[in-house]
């Protein structure tokens, strides 16, 4: 399994992604699931996957030289001179299904099902950022303003930080700070997704970035995150009054009525019923 999230802001775009691919009691595999293509002064993009891991190889592979034309005579589209984020993300789609007709039916009868998650985003020359989660079929939908980051892989614990602190207006240093205290969350919970980290942040507009790192268990930032995020938790969790069954005086009682609905009836004897 695995953990990637990228997140679109108005300051610029920030992507992180774990590295395990296999996480058995014998056997702990590390692949890398980013992807940086860069061009500066004219485009900068990024590429995250998730899922099966000769497929989405596969993909990178191929997108490297797929060409998606619009008509017979028309020039051949590639991520490199896309115009747009939008062609450059319907040149990964045509990618996926370049793979999915050449392996399959092969897969298939291998009893393997073509499972691939991506996520897509970056900045062409002539528009603003964009960002994008493409799907096993190719399709795929766009980041907005309501929903500003994606999340591949085993997101659901590093989801909760995410809702409640990333806007559009969020700065990119922030949200880098929030991008690592989602993964924490996700490593502390789930076994599948593990160190080492890629981390890469890029600012609007400048076609280029220099804040790509691989972050290991000796980082020490990401040791000092950790500590502080469980001991910070911890506190607010203390500071929270503890449930009243007693009848003790609090301004937050916990025993009482419902405005809709009555308490959990109690069956005492089998001849009674629930409803």
């Known amino acids: 399994m695995t953990y990637c999230v990228a997140i679109k ?21 590390t692949f890398r699931k980013m992807i940086v293509y860069e061009k500066p002064g004219d485009r ?26 619009e008509h017979e005579d028309s020039e051949p589209i590639t991520i490199w001179n896309a115009h747009s984020m939008f ?26 099902d073509f499972n691939v998650s991506l996520i897509f985003g970056g900045q062409i020359e002539g528009e603003g950022m964009r960002l994008f989660q493409v799907y096993s079929a190719g399709n795929f939908i766009e980041a907005t303003p309501e929903t500003p980051y994606f999340q591949i892989g085993e997101s659901k614990y590093g989801k909760p930080v995410l809702d409640r602190v990333i806007t559009p207006t969020t ?8 991008a690592l205290v989602s993964m924490d969350s996700t490593l502390k919970s789930n076994l599948s997704v593990g160190l080492p980290l890629d981390l890469v942040v890029y600012e609007v507009n400048q076609f280029q970035t220099d ?15 950790h500590n502080s995020w469980g001991v910070k938790l911890r506190e607010v969790f203390d500071s929270i009054e503890d449930p009243r069954w007693d009848g003790g005086h609090t301004t937050v009682p916990l ?20 409803i």
Do not use: W
Not at 171 to 178: I, Q, V
Not at 262 to 273: D, N, V
């Open 9 to 29: 802001l108005n300051a610029g775009l920030v992507f992180l992604s774990d590295s395990r691919t296999n996480a058995g009691l014998d056997q702990i595999s």
């Open 44 to 69: 900068f993009m990024v590429l995250l996957s998730a899922g099966n891991l000769s497929i989405s190889q596969s993909v990178r592979e191929i997108l490297q030289v797929e060409k998606l034309k």
């Open 87 to 112: 062609d450059a993300a319907r040149v990964l789609g045509a990618a996926i299904r370049h793979v999915y007709e050449r392996d399959a039916a092969s897969l298939k009868q291998a009893g393997v």
């Open 171 to 178: 700065p990119l240093n922030e949200a880098a700070k929030c």
């Open 211 to 225: 804040k790509v790192v691989c972050i290991d268990e000796n980082n020490p930032y990401l040791r000092m995150m």
């Open 255 to 274: 025993m009482q009525n419902a405005e809709r609905s009555g308490p959990l009836k109690k069956i005492a004897t089998p001849e009674e019923k629930l």
